[in-house]
């Protein structure tokens, strides 16, 4: 037999990221497990995450998050962090990249994902 993780137990990690309710994206000021140098967040519901077979094939799984668009800026700020929250308790944290951010003015997050390859 190859290697191999059932559906359902990746499955199981995915819909734990999916009970984040807040989205965040903190300068690169913070480390991940400090949300005071936040630079925009908003509000996440089950909708905004869908599962499903991953880009690398059978054996893989993947969630999406749904695009959030006109976000509110809160301070100004380099982004590097994006981070998936349950009530301060972290799900996902990632990097990311993009132009400095300006207080007052809106932010697009675009849709992205996470992916479980299959087993090496």
Same mark, same amino acid.
């Given at each position: 037999?190859?290697?191999?993780?059932? $559906?359902? %137990?990746?499955?199981?990690?995915? =819909? !734990?990221?999916?009970? /984040?309710?807040?989205? $965040? %994206?903190?300068?690169?000021?913070?480390? &991940?497990?400090? #949300? $005071?140098?936040?630079?925009?967040?908003? +509000?996440?519901?089950? @909708?905004?995450?869908?599962?499903?077979?991953?880009? +690398? @094939?059978?054996?893989?799984?993947?969630?999406?998050?749904?695009?959030? /668009?006109?976000?509110?800026?809160? +301070? =100004?700020?380099?982004?590097?962090?994006?981070?998936?929250?349950?009530?301060?308790?972290?799900? #996902?944290?990632?990097?990311?990249? @993009? &132009?400095?951010?300006?207080?007052?003015?809106?932010?697009?997050?675009? !849709?992205?994902?996470?992916?479980?390859?299959? &087993? +090496?």
């Amino acid at each position: 037999m190859s290697k191999s993780v059932p $559906t359902a %137990v990746m499955d199981a990690l995915l =819909d !734990e990221v999916a009970t /984040s309710t807040l989205q $965040t %994206v903190v300068s690169d000021t913070s480390t &991940p497990a400090d #949300l $005071t140098n936040t630079l925009a967040d908003v +509000a996440m519901a089950s @909708g905004d995450f869908a599962k499903a077979e991953g880009d +690398a @094939g059978t054996g893989s799984r993947k969630v999406t998050m749904g695009a959030k /668009s006109g976000v509110t800026v809160d +301070a =100004d700020g380099t982004p590097a962090h994006v981070v998936l929250s349950l009530t301060g308790t972290f799900k #996902l944290v990632t990097t990311c990249s @993009g &132009p400095d951010l300006t207080s007052g003015s809106s932010v697009d997050f675009p !849709e992205w994902k996470y992916e479980l390859g299959v &087993p +090496a």
